[in-house]
């Protein structure tokens, strides 16, 4: 296993070095990004003179080798829109979007195997049409939309819950302000109720799809039959026996399925101003801030890296067929 | 099973108690919505309009404008200036104290414009790129403790505005910081101090002297126009920016706030590029004729957009400055597509066969002005309506179209907004300046125009002053680069628990607002 580990985290360090190249180069395209940190009235020398104080005066290749070599010393660079950091930068953002994927994926997950187990056991019945038409409603509508919608009948007109703001939970925390957190907890949960229900609700209905099918491709099993017929209880045979595999689908599915809510999370931090990674990264790719777009490029490829790398050491861990 | 539902009931009950507390606006704090997020707060290098309506709660200037265009004292209580129109010498208020409780002198104001100059602090603000551009600034020299000297590089008319834009530090302080702490951490004398800022979500400032009747203003970063009605609608802020259009009626309509609407000074134009690279392109040779450019002024129905897109009736722009300022003579090209036909025909770009005069191809930004992109391609319709083949080329604002612009490099025809002011017709004027401009997108030569700048300069009084402008105006609205359109509105969504006013110039200060 360690081997594989060690084999997956050098094949990462490639992989890393692949996006950053890829964003740096995309980043390019739209032309210099000089001009957007240059007055309109910026005669030609002031304008020589700030793309040499940002580094753009330099080829292409020699920017990105010098970025590469901050890198491997600890250095991100500075942003060029806030001058701070550009790492503390996107590390400050970070917090806010992982509590909004959390929330979202406990929610998607934690509704997607009961409806699921409900839909597959009373298959072909009113309780499985209907979780199956909410399934197909959940997947066809565009987040965003969802998200203003509950802002409207929710915040607005039955003024249930806050319709944009953050309370944060984890950034306390990590500042060994463990008071505030605490005390934080039910604010903090109560602001994530609209945009996390906006971004796992696609993922809710594509969780519990799957994990309908599944059930019923396991229900149909001999091994269910056997069970059955040993006499133990319907309960236990479907939490026991059933459901225990079917879930090698779902975590695989669970682990891609963070990554992909954090991809979600873009357009639903900036409906609910959600202060997190992705509308900072969209403003930093607006506004050519290459320091920040690559910073959080390597936070974003990181964290999906972990995961993957989790999701097949779990899989490997409750499926003794998989060896690594 | 109780234990359960007590649980659920006092975590059910926390939340309501943390959304209750959030939702209520106090009576000491005024809560604005705003569009775009802060970035920073180092004076020289704020550039964003958002940005500075914040900064300038925390920072005095020498002088203020006005909602009116009128100038008046704000640090500096007397100017002069010197006979050849290099020095400015403001003197300063004596008794104004820095946030760090240091007494502000012209030490201060020198050390901020000379700071905000230095090159190797490489900033890009307002201060440095725009103000000491157009000025031509050299240096500032503290006189004594109440007199600063500002000196510029030639004589200029507006100087003493554009020096009011700079926002005035405190030496002691920011000779302390790195650029980095200069950046979160600002020092000023205005009326109100940061107390926290946290990045895309909210700015919380809190009252240090007078003027200011709030005792905190908290900024909350609400970029979703729909998201920033509700929570007006709602009673959570007092003030919104940029409300969309379609959102008017149903702000209009609800109990708790209203709409102010009001004509910006923000000139909206379809440019044409006249230069030679263009004029080789489709449509760009046709362009470079007066009479073409002046035919498709008819063709325009902009009151109609106005109405329909905008959901204001501005009334169509005569040229490049402000009303109050404009060329009183002049009157809005009308909208008539069957002189405009006449016009193209007689300028020798009659209907081909297949019924279109010439290909132009029609650039844009998008998301940045009101409506900018259906607007455009209503504007595109009438040009196709009069016989135009137009291609529209609609790209994402900030990583594409500004390069473009800022190179000069877009058109034929291109859809852009220029921030103007009330304070002066030639600070509207200057974005043609020289042939070379950064601002002339159009590259637009005519030497009617051009060579009168220098007359500008030589003029002996006001009113000679504005014999010239009224010229200049003229073979602008006549033979000019801009397609005219209108001054964008700007729409302010305002609870109605406030007593504030918008004013037409975007600035968004919040010195007297005050509860109804």
């Known amino acids: 296993m360690w081997t594989f580990i060690i084999r997956r985290l050098l094949q990462s360090v490639i992989v890393i070095i692949g996006v950053t190249l890829i964003s740096f180069v995309a980043l390019q395209i739209g032309g210099d990004p000089t001009f957007l940190f240059v007055s309109e009235r910026a005669t030609p020398e002031e304008i020589e003179m700030i793309r040499k104080a940002l580094g753009f005066d330099q080829p292409l290749h020699i920017q990105y080798l010098t970025y590469l070599g901050n890198i491997l010393q600890g250095d991100f660079g500075n942003s060029l829109s806030y001058r701070q950091p550009a790492m503390d930068i996107v590390l400050g953002a970070l917090p806010a979007t992982i509590e909004l994927t959390v929330f979202s994926m406990i929610f998607a997950i934690g509704l997607a195997i009961p409806f699921g187990v409900f839909a597959a056991l009373y298959r072909g019945t009113p309780v499985d049409g209907g979780i199956m038409t909410l399934a197909m409603f959940g997947q066809s509508i565009p987040n965003f939309w969802l998200g203003i919608m509950m802002i409207l009948f929710f915040g607005l007109y039955l003024n249930w819950f806050p319709i944009s703001g953050h309370v944060p939970l984890i950034m306390p925390l990590l500042q060994g302000d463990f008071m505030t957190a605490l005390t934080n907890i039910p604010s903090s949960i109560y602001y994530m109720v609209l945009p996390g229900v906006a971004v796992g609700f696609y993922s809710l209905s594509r969780n519990a799809r799957l994990v309908r099918s599944s059930m019923l491709e396991v229900l149909g099993q001999d091994y269910v039959r056997t069970a059955r017929s040993k006499g133990i209880s319907e309960r236990a045979v479907v939490i026991n026996h059933a459901l225990r595999n079917a879930w090698l689908p779902v975590v695989t599915m669970v682990g891609l399925e963070f990554g992909f809510l954090l991809g979600g999370v873009v357009v639903i931090e900036t409906v609910f101003s959600w202060p997190g990674i992705g509308r900072l990264v969209f403003n930093a790719i607006n506004q050519k801030d290459i320091p920040v777009v690559q910073a959080s490029v390597i936070v974003l490829s990181v964290i999906f890296i972990a995961l993957n790398l989790i999701v097949d050491l779990i899989y490997a861990r409750i499926d003794p067929r998989v060896k690594l | 099973m109780p234990k359960t539902r007590h649980l659920l009931m006092a975590s059910t009950a926390g939340m309501l108690l943390a959304g209750t507390a959030f939702a209520q606006v106090s009576d000491d704090t005024l809560v604005v919505g705003l569009s775009a997020d802060i970035t920073t707060f180092e004076p020289a290098a704020v550039s964003s309009r958002d940005n500075a309506n914040v900064v300038r709660h925390i920072f005095d200037t020498l002088q203020s ?208 590029n006249l230069s030679p690279e ?239």
């Open chain 2, 278 to 516: 263009f004029a080789a392109m489709p449509g760009g040779d046709a362009i470079q004729n007066p009479d073409v450019r002046r035919a498709l002024q008819y063709a325009v129905d902009v009151p109609a957009i106005c109405a329909q897109l905008l959901n204001f009736p501005c009334e169509r722009a005569t040229g490049i400055v402000n009303p109050p300022n404009a060329n009183k003579s002049l009157t809005p090209y009308p909208y008539d597509p069957a002189k405009a036909e006449e016009l193209l025909d007689a300028a020798g770009w009659p209907r081909q066969a297949d019924g279109t005069r010439f290909t132009i191809r029609f650039q844009a930004g998008r998301g940045r002005y009101l409506n900018d992109e259906n607007v455009v391609l209503a504007v595109a319709q009438y040009l196709s309506d009069v016989g135009l083949k137009v291609e529209t080329d609609i790209m994402e604002w900030g990583s594409v179209y500004v390069p473009l612009i800022r190179e000069r490099n877009v058109g034929p025809l291109f859809f852009l907004g220029s921030g103007g002011g009330l304070w002066s017709p030639l600070y509207d004027m200057t974005d043609l300046a020289k042939v070379d401009s950064g601002t002339n997108y159009t590259h637009w030569n005519d030497p009617r125009w051009f060579d009168r700048w220098t007359d500008i300069a030589a003029s002996k009084s006001p009113e000679e002053t504005r014999v010239i402008i009224d010229e200049m105006l003229q073979v602008f609205y006549d033979d000019g680069p801009w397609l005219h359109m209108y001054f964008q509105p700007d729409f302010y969504g305002v609870s109605k628990r406030l007593n504030w006013t918008a004013r037409p110039d975007e600035k968004v200060y919040l010195f007297s607002a005050t509860l109804n």
């Open chain 2, 65 to 272: 404008i006005e909602a009116d265009g009128s100038v008046v004292p704000d640090l500096a209580t007397n100017l002069s200036i010197s006979e050849d129109g290099l020095a400015y010498t403001y003197t300063i208020e004596a008794g104004r104290t820095c946030h760090d409780g240091e007494a502000l002198t012209a030490e201060d104001v020198a050390y901020s414009f000379n700071r905000a100059k230095d090159p190797a602090n490489a900033f890009t603000g307002n201060t440095p790129g725009f103000v000491f551009s157009s000025v031509g600034f050299v240096d500032a020299v503290a006189l004594s403790d109440t007199e600063v000297q500002i000196n510029i590089g030639a004589p200029n008319q507006i100087a003493f505005g554009l020096l009011a834009e700079v926002y005035v530090h405190c030496k002691d302080s920011y000779e302390k910081m790195t650029l980095e702490q200069a950046a979160t951490s600002p020092i000023g004398s205005g009326s109100y101090k940061l107390e926290s800022w946290t990045p895309g979500s909210e700015v919380r400032l809190s009252k240090m002297s007078e003027p200011g009747t709030f005792q905190n203003i908290l900024y909350r970063i609400i970029p979703e126009a729909s998201t920033r009605s509700a929570e007006l609608m709602a009673g959570n802020v007092d003030i919104i920016t940029n409300v969309a259009p379609d959102q008017i009626d149903a702000i209009n309509g609800s109990d708790t706030a209203a709409v102010q609407s009001i004509q910006g000074t923000r000139r909206m134009y379809v440019g044409f």
